[in-house]
């Protein structure tokens, strides 16, 4: 059984994981074979986003740039969903070997019909995050993904070693080539669900639409709004039955905590930088109206 505020990350972390399906599945039914280049264009211009937001967060306090901060540093972006199960066999500067046991996301896309579209995802976001990260000199190896066909754990093997780094770039990512140096006293800051689901899912629908906007124009544009609807018509049909079972009544507020997007995207100081193709409008004209009329408020 969880908590409130567990229920409330979970039905984030699932609208999270199902605007990227809608919105694909937009792509490729209206596209084809340019809407899968579009969709992994937008894929991996999302996680060389979150790479560099990341580092940059913990260069400002004098971490180095290796894998050991890659998974660690300041605070992360993704909240963290009561559902995954994770096995980490290594992490340190050079590594990261871990094995995903359980993937919320994997199990979403697959409830929905939708695992090659999450294939999409695990393809292309993983490499670009992680190898934007480290300046783009780490090896990524994922043998193995939730989202393939009889794989059983995402197998991940992140490597940046010292010989792949140029010179002039080993004294940012390796305390042994820094002769200086004092590791910083930082606070690491947890992600929150609200703020952390919010501004990702602000960042990945940013990216998908502005690549359906460059390649497709207008009917780019109405694909993804068609998606929007699509997933505010879903929202509304898992918030009923969340609402249903937690035995709560359905309120604006419920909506609020349960939702990653701002029900008044305009006053949303996180939307600053996302602002191209008027993708806060459109969430504000296609998402919210859609979502409130299904849920009768």
Sequence with gaps: MFTYLENSTINMGDSYTLLYSFIIRRLLDGFGV?????????????????????????????????????????GGDLPGDPRFRREKQELNPEERVSHTLICPMADTWKAYGEMAIGRIYCEEFHSACYGEYCFNFSRVNLAKTLTQEGDEYCAFNIILRPQDVPDEYKAQCFEEFDSDYVPPVYEHHPPQGKTGFNHLSIKLYFYLLDEAAKRFGQKGIAAVEAALADMAHDFAMRMKKSAKEQGLPMTLAFVKDNNPWEMEPEKDPLWEGYTDNRAMERVKEKFVPVLLADLGL
């Design 34 to 74: 340019e809407g899968d280049a579009a969709a992994r264009e937008g894929t991996r211009r999302f996680g060389r986003d979150r790479a560099i937001t990341k580092r940059k967060e913990n260069m400002a306090v004098g971490l180095k740039v290796n894998m050991a901060t890659l998974f660690g540093g300041v």
